[in-house]
């Protein structure tokens, strides 16, 4: 029986993707080959390869001034990257909105004269901060943010106006509702929750941001080394891509990115509305900020948390525990998570109330 | 039908990985989750992380005075990874066999003195040089070799003695036979030819060779991220590592590395013994040197090299053809090609020459 996984990433597949690996594990389409043994300049993963980037960019639509690249090493990896491959009037601004903005600054650090221009960490990030234009700069290389906040629960629901090219860590809400590409500079995103199984890395960027000589950035994390070899620079994660790629395909059959926005503002609107009207439930994230990725929410206190996360899991409810920074759970619905375990899970949270109130 | 593939990689994985990776996609041990689903800090994923180091190390008796390393980006990421997080003093020697020892020779450059010390470039590569220890330069941070060479078809039989530890890209022959791990200070390799699909690096590096600051080396490059971090520093491409540690598991009961090397042997026997044997086909590699894994081969001429490639492909005897700068064929036969599959292709092999020559 398949569980339902609010894990924070990795996470959920749609299920026609992993029963379509599944048929084609000994021989993808009649080749004798899986993919993972293929070639990759091999004719089937060429087409999968560029099916995998011409969904996305429908998907997405991305115009013809980006490049779709095909990477490895996680966001983690991007927040090296994006610093030594943007970097060249020597500073960037950062906006702190959890964890993982954290750490882009930090990594961001050694690579020039990098400034925090706002955060919300004194409220432990329970709300995206005011980002008025007069915050940022002059004469930096770029603005960073992270446009989901996975621990904390909260998302951007406007973008800040900046003069510099705007830069976004959007691993844990790509593809998840509209947005205008054409406001970015650079978007990343490790695969790993709403694209495919983690090892692969997808970068959208303005191609004019692209540069062959970079003499302090190593020849890997150089995006003109992927770009000018259509990300097949040295072999891909190929099996990673293909299930990606399989994900992208049902993503479109299912109506596209408007389409699964519906979903997702649906299943986050019925946990929002149970925890709000609940008195023994609470989700202290500021209300015009919450993510509609992960919804933390706390029960009365810390014992019950814990009866709460095991007992949900004895009903194949996985993965519910919040962050360890922050405690409580939390209920990652990415697109993969079908809206009856969200249904599921508020009847579980329901008797448990119930029980225990 | 499965096919022969002898791609020089990704290439062959073994059929029951496949099969385990099957049964177990929708849901692995009745967790109800495919492990690409997994996080990466749960109890299962963790059991399988564990389990891919410490076979490796049973398999390959690394000691404790190694660390091995769970990385992304290919061993062309480690062309960077290795002179950044190595050279200290500023030197290091390079020893020149191919194509990648040249690419890692070159992404190499920039990091500090570099020099190709031997090289045999002149000859096509057809054989490996001598390196008496005379060559090697004093002072240097480290030597660094490619022990097989995909493209033409050498390896090493002996390893140079030097001062500075040996630093080997072990790519296309690591687990296909026995070597000291004891030799080296550092040794790389990509998954996708004898350990698992691509996306998955492994580093195995003696623990003192690693440094925790290194001012010029992007956090993500420095070995001691994924060290202290047990490689669970980021999401590792947790399928991946699944895949490869059950072929890992399957080369443990089928005898360990040195019963894989006497089935590689015999497979490579066969083959260069026909080919020795035949006034149709010749293989040009220096004897002493010849790969185990890779054996190129030409017929009479270019025309009927590409026939050759053609009809043998129709039998279901895949990607035969030599690497463009080389031409002619090439079969790859790594631990996962049964010795069925060198058996057709030598049968092939004969009824093509009788109706060729």
Known sequence: ????????????????????????????????????????????????????????????????????????????????????????????????????????????????????????????????????????????DYVHITTNNTIYGTKYTKLPDTKAPLVADMSSNILSEVIDVGKFGLIYAGAQKNIGPAGLTVVIIRKDLITKDLPNCPKMLNYYTQSSADSLFNTPPCLAVYMSMLNLRYLKKLGGISAIQKINEEKAGLLYDFIDNSAFYVNNVNKKDRSLMNIPFLSPNGDLDKKFIKEAEAQNLLTLAGHKTVGGMRASVYNAMPIEGVKKLIAFMKKFELENK
């Open 1 to 140: 029986m398949r569980a339902y996984n609010f894990s924070a990433g990795p996470s959920m597949l749609f299920e026609d993707t992993l029963k379509e690996t599944q048929d084609n594990m000994l021989s993808y389409k009649d080749s004798g080959l899986c993919v993972a043994e293929m070639s990759h300049r091999s004719k089937d993963y060429s087409e999968i390869h560029t099916e995998f980037i011409t969904t996305l960019k429908e998907l997405m639509k991305i115009s013809d001034d980006y490049d779709v690249l095909l990477l490895q090493g996680g966001a983690s990896q991007q927040f090296d990257a994006v610093p030594l491959n943007l970097i060249k009037k020597g500073k960037a601004d950062y906006v702190i909105t959890g964890h993982w903005s954290e750490r882009a600054y930090s990594q961001a650090l050694p690579h020039g004269d990098i400034a925090a221009v706002a955060s919300s960490k004194q409220a432990v990030f329970t709300y995206i901060p005011e980002l008025p234009a007069s915050i940022f700069r002059d004469g930096t």
